[in-house]
């Protein structure tokens, strides 16, 4: 099949050019947030304090337009915070108050600020696309992506989010701080950026056009045996203690058609799987506590593994 990619190239563009007006750089954290709209997964982006994390997401939901809601998560939230509750009138009667999570855009802000408990409000709706109330199912909107932040686990009045929540993200991103060059740019636009005019460039149909079309794209039997080599030999460690589940392996599957499109191809390369494999991975990886103690991280696994795995040849 060859897929007409000049023709649905242009909104991705148009998200990207958009996006550009106000995050200077960062390309790798809007090429995930573009693979992970065009993939209907969700999103996790890491970074210190001012690193611009609220800032790219709330811009990316204005952009994709929709409907947005922003959780700005605490530790004192309950799970009906996010999913909404039913009232009870004194007659008897009830009616559903929906919470936050019904919206085809939602920003988890600092997600690991909240407990466990309330973190797992989110679990339903990021597998399912619905949440069950007291035995009642209500579906989500379409499109529907979450697009969260964390600061990193350590820091003052953090919750470590569970490995059944990191296995929701399809992606993990980190936000950097932007380096002397950007952080000029920064400062010679920030009057723009204290209020930036963002607009709405895609509509729903075309989103659904993307990925649609992402669906086409050609994944050989040699890569697709590749993936799941990198999942098994990952699994495998000696220095793991849980291994990615085969939503990692979904995710590069999914990701690599994503970042092949993107790219101006309607087939898949190893590159592709290469490029994404810290980010669908690094955070579905728990690290044996001895190896930590030597400085081993789930990147550098994934980077020997990387290493490892032999590179299917192109026919």
């Known amino acids: 099949m060859t897929l007409n990619v000049q023709s649905m190239i242009g909104p991705a563009t148009r998200i990207w050019e958009e996006m550009s007006k106000v995050v200077i750089g960062k390309e790798d954290v809007k090429f995930l947030l573009l ?14 304090p001012g690193s611009g994390k609220t800032t790219m997401a709330k811009t990316f939901a204005r952009i994709i337009g929709g409907d947005f809601k922003r959780i700005q998560f605490t530790p004192d939230m309950l799970p009906a915070d996010v999913t909404g509750f039913y009232l009870y009138a004194p007659t008897g009667t009830s009616r559903f108050v929906p919470g936050p999570i019904f919206a085809n855009v939602v920003l988890a802000d600092e997600l690991n600020r909240t407990t466990p408990r309330t973190q797992a409000g989110l679990l339903e709706a990021m597998q399912e696309r619905q949440v069950t ?10 499109p529907f992506m979450v697009i969260a932040s964390q600061v990193p686990y350590g820091s003052q009045g953090t919750f470590p ?3 059944v929540q990191n296995d929701r993200f399809m992606f993990r991103a980190w936000s950097d701080y932007p380096g002397q060059a950007n952080e000029e740019k920064v400062l010679t636009q920030i009057d723009y950026l204290d209020e930036p005019d963002v607009a709405s460039v895609v509509d729903s149909r075309e989103i659904k056009g993307l990925q649609d079309t992402v669906k086409g794209v050609h994944v050989s039997e040699k890569v697709k045996n590749y ?13 793991v203690l849980i291994g990615p589940s085969p939503r990692a392996s979904i995710g590069l599957y999914k990701g690599a058609r994503a970042s092949a499109f993107l790219q101006l ?3 898949v390369l190893p590159d592709d799987i290469k490029h994404l494999a810290r980010a669908v991975l690094g955070h579905r990886i728990v690290v044996r506590p001895e190896a930590e103690m030597d400085d081993i991280t789930p990147d550098k696994v994934v980077d020997k593994v990387l290493q490892e795995v032999p590179v299917p040849k192109e026919d």
């Open 35 to 48: 693979v992970s709209l065009l993939c209907r997964g969700h999103i996790l982006i890491e970074g210190l």
């Open 133 to 142: 109330i007291e035995g009642e199912t209500h579906p989500l909107p379409s």
């Open 161 to 163: 989010l569970t490995e």
């Open 227 to 239: 993936i799941v080599q990198l999942v098994e030999r990952t699994r495998g460690d000696r220095d």
């Open 265 to 267: 191809r309607d087939y």
